[in-house]
């Protein structure tokens, strides 16, 4: 709390108290936040180390399909669903 140093001397003793109690209450809430964000970091992480596989698992599924139905009307399916790297 050096920030509020130079209000120490300024500030009469209640406002002062609740002032620091104020900005105790806002460091808390700021640190709940960062706690949060660190477990959807982590959470995203989790889902990137699934995704990640199962990605590559389709794009060979829909390479095996894609020549499977070369020529058939299914081929026409396949057709619709977008292609990413």
Same mark, same amino acid.
């Given at each position: *709390?050096?920030?509020?140093?130079?209000?120490?001397?300024?500030?009469?003793? +209640?406002a *002062?108290?609740?002032? /620091?109690?104020d900005g105790?209450?806002?460091?808390? $809430?700021?640190?709940?936040?960062? @706690?949060k964000q !660190?477990? +959807? &970091?982590? *959470?995203?992480?989790?889902?990137?180390? #699934? @995704?990640?596989? =199962?990605?590559?698992? &389709? $794009?060979k599924?829909?390479s /095996?399909?894609?020549? =499977?139905w070369?020529g058939?009307? $299914?081929h !026409?399916?396949?057709?619709?669903i977008?292609r #990413?790297?």
């Amino acid at each position: *709390m050096a920030a509020f140093s130079f209000l120490e001397q300024a500030l009469p003793g +209640i406002a *002062m108290a609740d002032l /620091t109690a104020d900005g105790a209450d806002l460091q808390t $809430k700021l640190d709940d936040l960062l @706690a949060k964000q !660190q477990e +959807i &970091n982590d *959470m995203l992480h989790g889902i990137d180390d #699934v @995704a990640g596989p =199962l990605h590559e698992m &389709n $794009k060979k599924a829909l390479s /095996t399909l894609d020549g =499977l139905w070369e020529g058939s009307e $299914k081929h !026409q399916l396949l057709d619709q669903i977008p292609r #990413v790297p």
